[in-house]
């Protein structure tokens, strides 16, 4: 069982950053692919960024390549997501999540482990 707790959402206009941050307590958390979703009102639930155990296999949405970065750090049993050139249409709340798969996977039905979102929001 793993808990996963974000943080760091907020308000920003566009052209700003934020950084996410989701703390994972419970077992192993060293052996989960950790990923970072996205939900906007009336839309589905989109992949944004995933992370393998040891940090070295990343994978990022077209729509966010070369402006969102992810790591982790496990001795802090925390992955970030840090946002630079944030755009109105990246508004959403944003879930980070925990996958015992081999490989970083994009797709939600993967993910053992949710944590309860937070929000970020950009103002034009």
């Known amino acids: 069982q793993v808990q996963l707790v974000e943080s760091g959402g907020g308000l920003v206009q566009a052209g700003g950053s934020l950084r996410l941050s989701c703390a994972a307590s419970?077992?192993?958390?060293?052996?989960?692919?950790m990923g970072w979703f996205r939900q906007a009102p009336g839309k589905e639930r989109e992949f944004v960024a995933a992370i393998s155990w040891s940090g070295g296999s990343l994978q990022y949405a077209n729509s966010v390549k070369e402006r969102f970065t992810i790591s982790r750090d496990n001795a802090k049993n925390t992955v970030y997501l840090q946002m630079y050139s944030l755009k109105p249409e990246d508004t959403a709340v944003y879930f980070c999540a925990a996958a015992r798969t081999v490989v970083v996977v994009s797709n939600p039905a993967l993910y053992a482990y949710w944590g309860q979102g937070t929000q970020v929001t950009v103002s034009a």
């Open positions: 419970g077992r192993s958390f060293s052996n989960y692919v």
